[in-house]
Nanobody, 113 residues
Framework: QVQLVESGGGLVQPGGSLRLSCAAS????????MGWYRQAPGKQRELVAH???????HYTDSVKGRFTISRDNAKNTVYLQMNNLKPEDTAVYYC???????WGPGTQVTVSS
């Protein structure tokens, strides 16, 4: 069974930063496009960023210039560096290997003063 464990969330003030990590196991990690998604209360889950196995990256417009996705295939880990956080970034954040049905439990990010 594939395991995905997100970490690094927390409470941060507007303008602050967080770095999320997602450790994957029982998966050929380097073969998958990895995405970071988020789901705010009462809203649908949305794709925030994704990174290909060739390290090409893509971001939703609302986070461009503030978030950076990266991966370390040797550690089976994908990261999301989040800077200049805004209250509207508050959500549960999930990582997801494209083409699979696997999701982790998520990590809560709350941006509030």
């Amino acid at each position: 069974q594939v395991q995905l464990v997100e970490s690094g969330g927390g409470l941060v003030q507007p303008g602050g930063s967080l770095r999320l990590s997602c450790a994957a196991s029982r998966i050929i990690f380097s073969s998958y496009v990895m995405g970071w998604y988020r789901q705010a209360p009462g809203k649908q889950r949305e794709l925030v960023a994704h990174i290909t196995f060739g390290d090409n990256t893509h971001y939703t417009d609302s986070v461009k210039g503030r978030f950076t996705i990266s991966r370390d295939n040797a550690k089976n880990t994908v990261y999301l560096q989040m800077n200049n956080l805004k209250p509207e970034d508050t959500a549960v954040y999930y990582c997801h290997p494209w083409g699979t049905n696997f999701w982790g439990p998520g990590t809560q990010v709350t941006v509030s003063s």
